[in-house]
C-alpha cells in the first residue's frame, strides 16, 4: 500500500515481555502495534522480553497489521542489545525513544541495517531538531510523545492541549514534509471515551495520521476519527465525478455543492477514497 494512503489509525502499545497480551494482540483490529521494550518492560525482565517477542513475531499471526518495534535508548544499557535483537526479528520498523538528532538515526541505522526507523519525538530538542530527523534516508514514521514531553515543558493539563500544540505541529510539518508517517501522543485517561474522541477529532484535523492508544477499549474510537467519514467518501466520488465531466468538455475547473474543484481537490479525494479501500482491504482480511 502507498505511504499516503495505508491506514495507521490506531496504534497500540503492547508490552513485549508478556505473552497473554501478545498473543491478544493478533486479534484487535488496529492498524499498527508498537510492541514495546521500553517502559513497559521491567529492568529484570528486559532481557527476556527480546526473546518472548522475537519468538512471538516468529510466530506470526498478527495479519496486515504493521510490527513496530519499540527499543530502549543506545544511552541505556539494553539498547544496543536491544537494536541488535530487533534487527533479527521479523518485524516491519524500529522505534527509537527520545529522539534528537540525525546522529542518534545513523547509530541506530548501524545495528539494524535497512530496517525502516521510526522516533520517537518527545523533547524539546528533539521538537527544535524535528525537520533534519524527519529528513534522515532511514526515517518512516513519528511517533508524538506528548506525556514525556509535557513532563520536559513542564505544562499543566489542558483539553485544547494549548500547551503542546507549537511542538505538535513542528513535527507535523517535518513529517508532512518528508512524507512519513506521524501518530499522534497516547490519552492517558482510557475509559473517558468522550475525551479520547475529542481528542482524536483534534488529532485528525491537525493532520495526524493515527493515534497512539494504551488500551484495547481506545480502538474502536480511533479507528472511527481516523477513518474517511462516509460524507467525505461521498463528496469525494462526487468531486472526482465531477472533475472528469468538465475535463470531458475542455474545462480545467468544475463545482460541486457551489464550491470550485481543482486538480488539487481531486487529488485528495483519490486519497480518501483509496484510504477507504486500504480500510476495507484490511478489515477483510
Known amino acids: 500500500m502507498d505511504m499516503r494512503t495505508r491506514p495507521y489509525r490506531s496504534v497500540l502499545y503492547i508490552p513485549g515481555s508478556k505473552d497473554r497480551a501478545l498473543e491478544k494482540a493478533r486479534g484487535l483490529p488496529v492498524d499498527a502495534i508498537i510492541f514495546d521494550l521500553e517502559d513497559a518492560v521491567a529492568v529484570d525482565e528486559k532481557p527476556a522480553a527480546r526473546e518472548t517477542l522475537k519468538a512471538a513475531l516468529a510466530v506470526g499471526g498478527y495479519g496486515a497489521r504493521v510490527r513496530i518495534v519499540r527499543i530502549n535508548g543506545l544511552d541505556t544499557e539494553w539498547g544496543r542489545a536491544d537494536a541488535e535483537a530487533v534487527a533479527q526479528m521479523d518485524c516491519d520498523a524500529v522505534l527509537l525513544p527520545k529522539v534528537e538528532s540525525a546522529a542518534q538515526l545513523d547509530a541506530l541505522a548501524e545495528i539494524t541495517g535497512d530496517l525502516p526507523i521510526w522516533a520517537?519525538?518527545?523533547?524539546?530538542?528533539?521538537?527544535?531538531?524535528?525537520?533534519?530527523?524527519?529528513?534522515?534516508?532511514?526515517?518512516?514514521?513519528?511517533?508524538m510523545g506528548t506525556n514525556d514531553l509535557a513532563?520536559?515543558?513542564?505544562?499543566?493539563?489542558?483539553p485544547d492541549r494549548l500547551p503542546?500544540?507549537?511542538?505538535?505541529?513542528?513535527?507535523?510539518?517535518?513529517?508532512?514534509?518528508?512524507?512519513?508517517?506521524?501518530?499522534?501522543?497516547?490519552?492517558n485517561a482510557f475509559k473517558d471515551?468522550?475525551?479520547?474522541?475529542?481528542?482524536c477529532t483534534q488529532g485528525r484535523d491537525m493532520g495526524f495520521d493515527g493515534k497512539t492508544l494504551i488500551?484495547?477499549?481506545?480502538?474502536?474510537?480511533?479507528?472511527?476519527?481516523?477513518?474517511?467519514?462516509?460524507?467525505?467518501?461521498?463528496?469525494?466520488?462526487?468531486?472526482?465525478?465531477?472533475?472528469?465531466?468538465?475535463?470531458?468538455?475542455?474545462?480545467g475547473v468544475a463545482v460541486v455543492d457551489g464550491k470550485i474543484v481543482e486538480n488539487l481537490?481531486?487529488?485528495?479525494?483519490?486519497?480518501?477514497?483509496?484510504?477507504?479501500?486500504a480500510i476495507e482491504t484490511i478489515q477483510a482480511g
Open 120 to 143: 520517537m519525538m518527545e523533547t524539546p530538542r528533539g521538537m527544535l531538531n524535528a525537520a533534519e530527523i524527519a529528513a534522515h534516508p532511514k526515517m518512516a514514521g513519528m511517533v
Open 265 to 277: 481537490h481531486v487529488a485528495t479525494a483519490r486519497e480518501i477514497l483509496a484510504k477507504a479501500e
Open 164 to 187: 503542546l500544540l507549537t511542538s505538535l505541529s513542528m513535527c507535523l510539518l517535518a513529517a508532512k514534509a518528508e512524507g512519513l508517517v506521524i501518530v499522534d501522543g497516547v490519552y
Open 215 to 251: 488500551h484495547p477499549a481506545q480502538v474502536d474510537i480511533a479507528n472511527t476519527a481516523f477513518a474517511p467519514a462516509p460524507e467525505e467518501i461521498d463528496l469525494a466520488r462526487r468531486q472526482i465525478a465531477a472533475f472528469e465531466a468538465a475535463e470531458a468538455e475542455g474545462q
Open 151 to 158: 513532563k520536559e515543558l513542564q505544562t499543566r493539563f489542558r
Open 193 to 199: 471515551d468522550e475525551g479520547l474522541k475529542a481528542e
